[in-house]
């Protein structure tokens, strides 16, 4: 039986926890990215995500509803996505743009009060900026300064 390798973006439930605690990144990645295990989601408004590929976890971001997104957005209506990762074993599959392209969709059936989706990528990220311009996300020339140096502000119309 041939592999069709279905992707498909779920709310975060305790069944993912032993895959995404075994997620690994690469030093070059995980200076831009958190991974899974170290991300702790308390605040009201902050949903982690899980990308399945056929059921399994390989990619993982969180989306936020809360003050954070004013940073980056006047759209009261935006929400902020951050800590885009994919474990390293199964980079190289495009499981980060099917995932990013399936957001879309997601936003409108999970999401449906949103039209707008922000984030920002290093600038020395270019394989993520490519990443998110191929999915839709638009640069409009704004730049923050980030923890590790200037940021790309970036968004997705819904």
Do not use: C, W
Not at 11 to 29: A, G, K, M, R, W
Not at 40 to 64: A, K, N, R, W
Not at 127 to 153: C, H, M, S, T, W
């Amino acid at each position: 039986m041939q592999k069709t390798n279905t992707i498909e973006l779920v709310h975060f439930s305790e069944e993912y926890v032993d895959s995404l605690n075994d997620f690994d990144l690469p030093e070059e990645q995980s200076q831009f990215t958190a991974l899974p295990k170290e991300i702790s989601i308390e605040t009201v408004g902050q949903y982690p995500i899980v990308i399945l590929s056929d059921h399994v976890p390989v990619g993982f971001f969180v989306l936020h509803a809360t003050e954070r997104v004013k940073e980056y957005s006047n759209n009261p209506k935006a929400m902020l996505l951050t800590a885009l990762s994919i474990d390293h074993k199964q980079q190289g599959n495009g499981y980060a743009k099917k995932g990013m392209l399936a957001l879309s969709e997601f936003m409108k059936r999970e999401f449906k009060e949103y039209n707008e989706v922000v984030l920002v990528v290093n600038l020395k990220n270019i394989p993520a900026q490519n990443l998110y311009l191929k999915v839709g996300f638009v640069d409009n020339g704004e730049r923050r300064i980030g923890r590790i140096g200037e940021q790309i502000v970036m968004n997705l119309n819904i």
